[in-house]
């Protein structure tokens, strides 16, 4: 009887043979990193010698520091740089919260970043808004989570809010503002001279003959808005045009809601007196508007005229080219990230900011030539 039972069993799970247990022995394992206490184990020394080989200290003889580094090559030791952060108190990484990277200006403000960041042996950890408060409180708190040593931000044009950062400035996190910056809290910033591009870009439309020009911004939560509206406004009060409230247009969203910008280039469309040109406050508005414009058959500049702030590579090769304010993105980043490194790095306490102010662009092309007088 139990020889029937021994059989059945082999019949239900088989029988165990060579290949079998072989097979077995193939199957793969978890992997581990090697870490000082598996080479101190394989030399039958203290893992503080080895850690102390490593670092080629004086205290370790030649034979033994061979001994470990020729071990250690063995194992394919790895420094792990989690460990060692924790032990520096940094883990030599930066935050950095952008609306959008598929803005040209900020894969500019981005590659400026990168480039001063690697070369200092920093890494970054890039995140978006997508113009939104709540995520970019999200974003932050995800940084923090990954320990970074410092923040470099442009915040979203929803954020009025601000408790957030301040927050964190208050036990001390080195934070950068770059181009949207926020008055209430002291630390060092970096901006584009916004007020002298729209200043330029307004200035230029009025020298071509052109006297009702619209405006359309982003919200008017954010600093840029502000900036580039006060530009605008002087250059007409300098010329003795007066402002019109209904050809200021905003887009709360920063030109990420495609409706917003519609509904404002037609309210100025079909206003009684509509402008002859218009003055564009960020990329993605500027941008859409000429698409828009195209799309509806009126002809660019002669029907109306169009300048605005874009860092696009394009808009020399665009019908007609556009007319930009550009910005110098990748110095912006690379002066934010040198500030912001400076502020880690310090060994004491830093009380004294600055607020940088780099000089923008103004490319006059077809898309802004001068009025043709009848």
């Known amino acids: 009887m139990w020889l029937y039972l021994l059989w059945s069993v082999f019949i239900c799970t088989g029988f165990p043979t060579v290949q079998s247990v072989e097979l077995t022995k193939k199957c793969p394992m978890n992997f581990e990193n090697v870490t000082i206490k598996d080479i101190a184990k394989e ?3 203290s893992a503080s010698a ?3 080989a490593l670092k080629d200290s004086y205290e370790i003889s030649e034979k033994t520091k061979k001994r470990v580094l020729e071990c250690a090559e063995r194992l394919n030791y790895k420094p792990n740089p989690m460990a060692q952060s924790l032990k520096r108190g940094n883990s030599k990484s930066i935050g950095i919260i952008v609306s959008t990277i598929d803005n040209q200006f900020f894969s500019q403000v981005i590659n400026g970043i990168e480039s001063v960041a690697y070369t200092k042996g920093y890494n970054v950890i890039i995140t978006q808004t997508h113009e939104s408060y709540q995520l970019e409180v ?8 990954r320990s970074i040593d410092g923040l470099l931000i442009s915040v979203s044009t929803e954020t009025e809010e601000i408790d957030h950062l301040k927050n964190l400035h208050q036990k001390n996190l080195p934070i950068v503002f770059f181009d949207r910056v926020i008055d209430g809290i002291e630390t060092h910033k970096v901006i584009a001279d916004n007020f002298k591009g729209a200043y330029d ?9 052109y006297r009702k020009i619209a405006h359309i911004t982003s919200s008017p939560n954010i600093s840029i808005t502000a900036e580039r509206l006060k530009g605008y406004m002087l250059a007409l009060e300098e010329n003795n045009i007066k402002a019109d409230d209904s050809y200021i247009k905003y887009c709360l969203h920063g030109g990420k809601d495609m409706l917003e910008i519609e509904n404002a280039l037609d309210e100025l469309l079909h206003a009684d007196n509509p402008p002859d040109a218009i003055f564009t406050a960020s990329d993605r508005i500027t941008t859409t508007i000429f698409q828009l414009l195209k799309k509806m058959g009126i002809q660019i500049p002669d029907d109306i005229a169009l300048l605005g702030f874009t860092n696009t590579h394009l808009a020399a090769c665009l019908n007609p080219s ?10 912006i980043g690379e002066k934010a990230t040198e500030m912001l490194i400076n502020l880690i790095e310090s060994k004491y306490p ?8 780099l000089p923008t662009t103004l490319s006059v092309r077809d898309s802004s030539k001068p009025k043709v007088k009848y």
């Open 138 to 145: 999200s974003n932050l708190r995800h940084l923090m989570y």
């Open 201 to 209: 870009a307004t200035m230029h439309f009025i020298e071509s003959g």
């Open 350 to 357: 830093v009380y004294d900011f600055e607020t940088i102010v």
């Open 322 to 331: 556009l007319s930009a304010v550009s910005q110098p993105g990748f110095e």
């Open 50 to 52: 080895v850690s102390k």
């Open 43 to 45: 030399l039958g020394i």
